[in-house]
């Protein structure tokens, strides 16, 4: 039976996207599109001046959209002397970066008159504003899509010179928010065991619910061989710092001498804000595209889809949206975690640069392999990556959250 018609308040730290370069933005506007076929939404986030729009789709669906400015992500003297104090007084970089006098007062308001059953605050970076609903009954549900402390806490052993300084303030500062805004809700949901794991430690932690993402299913997988000349993709967004490392590991370790046994083989490396450390990697045979209005076409050409994540947690959805294609891919067990695939039946694991090597040349040189490969991690995704199963564990949990704390 399914759930009554509810009212769903969602906080978020930019404009949700059907098409967003980031899998986080396209996996909440996901769920806001299947969600708002059945229930009332009403929508808050901030937009800086460089993100593009509010998806239309979601305008048109929810009941209420309110858009609250924010300063552009960057770099000046000023910003820096403002980051700074911002961590002498707890604040990580990015919450202090979301932090807007205005969106904090028009919560307060629009959850005094709208009157939700259920507020979804969706990133961690949002849990600063969970002050501004104190006079709210609903119950609080965050959507913790990568977990702060451990995520700063990759960060800051992989970095190097002054970065690493000050990458330890952030961590302890990630450390200190996250307790913070768990003790402040009724539940969270992450993606993975090991997100769940990583916030269980976390003293007063509130009931940790996984709740898998889906994803958009073609209506038909693509070319399962890839086209000649043959080339490999990455994708990813590469204001994600572990994006960033796996590109670099992809062109410094692992494509050279892939391409020694392959003579002619390119590299596509595809995603929105490449570092200048991923530009400086493009040559001859690598492509670095920055931001495509549509990462189809390079899917369908890719002969195998490589992902060596060595870092970071949350969402898989390049790796889900590689296998719905019906594409052959190589990637790291983190870069899998999450998804009930069988090393050697929808996907192929490697761990190590000589791995990775070896198993992509194995697919290269054998593209009937390759192909069955393909067709089989696109039969087991129209079975496990639609979002039906989702959405009905986020009904359910709501159900869960409204019965016991309904007059918070």
């Avoid at 924010?70 to 007084?89: E, K």
Wanted: charged letters at 20%; hydrophobic letters at 45%; aromatic letters at 6%.
């Amino acid at each position: 039976m399914r759930l009554t018609q509810l009212r769903l308040f969602f906080l978020l730290p930019f404009p949700p996207r059907l098409d967003a370069t980031h899998g986080g933005g396209r996996t909440a506007a996901q769920v806001l599109a299947h969600l708002s076929t059945h229930h009332r939404i009403a929508l808050m986030y901030l937009r800086a001046p460089a993100d593009p729009p509010l998806d239309p789709i979601l305008r048109e669906r929810c009941e209420l959209v309110e858009e609250v400015m924010r300063p552009n992500p960057g770099f000046s003297l000023a910003s820096g002397r403002a980051r700074i104090r911002s961590l002498l007084r707890g604040w990580p970089l990015w919450v202090a970066g979301c932090s807007v006098a205005a969106f904090r007062s028009r919560v307060r308001v629009l959850a005094g008159t709208w009157r939700p059953d259920i507020v979804n605050v969706e990133f961690h970076v949002m849990g600063q504003y969970l002050s501004s609903l104190d006079d709210c009954p609903a119950p609080r549900l965050l959507i913790q899509h990568e977990p702060g402390a451990a995520a700063a806490r990759d960060l800051w052993q992989s970095s190097r010179g002054i970065g690493r300084a000050i990458r330890y303030f952030d961590m302890l500062a990630w450390e200190r928010f996250e307790r913070t805004i768990i003790s402040q809700v009724q539940s969270i949901v992450v993606f993975t065991e090991r997100d769940r794991e990583a916030l269980a430690h976390v003293p007063m932690s509130p009931p940790i619910i996984c709740i898998p993402s889906g994803t958009v299913l073609p209506k038909q997988p693509l070319n399962p061989h890839g086209d000649e000349p043959l080339n490999l993709l990455f994708v990813g967004n590469f204001k994600h710092p572990p994006n960033v490392d796996a590109a670099v590991r992809l062109v410094n370790a692992i494509f050279p001498r892939v391409q020694a046994h392959i003579p002619g083989l390119r590299l596509h490396i595809v995603g929105d804000q490449p570092t200048a450390r991923v530009r400086e990697l493009a040559n001859e045979t690598i492509v670095v595209t920055g931001r495509v209005p549509d990462v189809t076409p390079y899917l369908d050409r890719a002969a195998v889809v490589v992902v060596p994540l060595r870092m970071g947690g949350g969402l898989r959805v390049k790796v889900k949206e590689a296998l719905a294609a019906g594409k052959a891919v190589v990637a790291s067990r983190l870069a899998v975690e999450g998804l009930d695939v069988v090393d050697g039946n929808q996907i192929l694991l490697a761990e190590s640069d000589e791995q990775f090597v070896d198993t992509v040349v194995h697919l290269l040189n054998y593209p009937d392999q390759r192909a069955a490969l393909a067709t089989r991690a696109s039969a087991w995704a129209c079975v496990n990556l639609g979002w039906e199963r989702s959405i009905a564990a986020y009904e359910a949990l709501y159900e869960s959250l409204i019965r016991e704390f309904g007059n918070l």
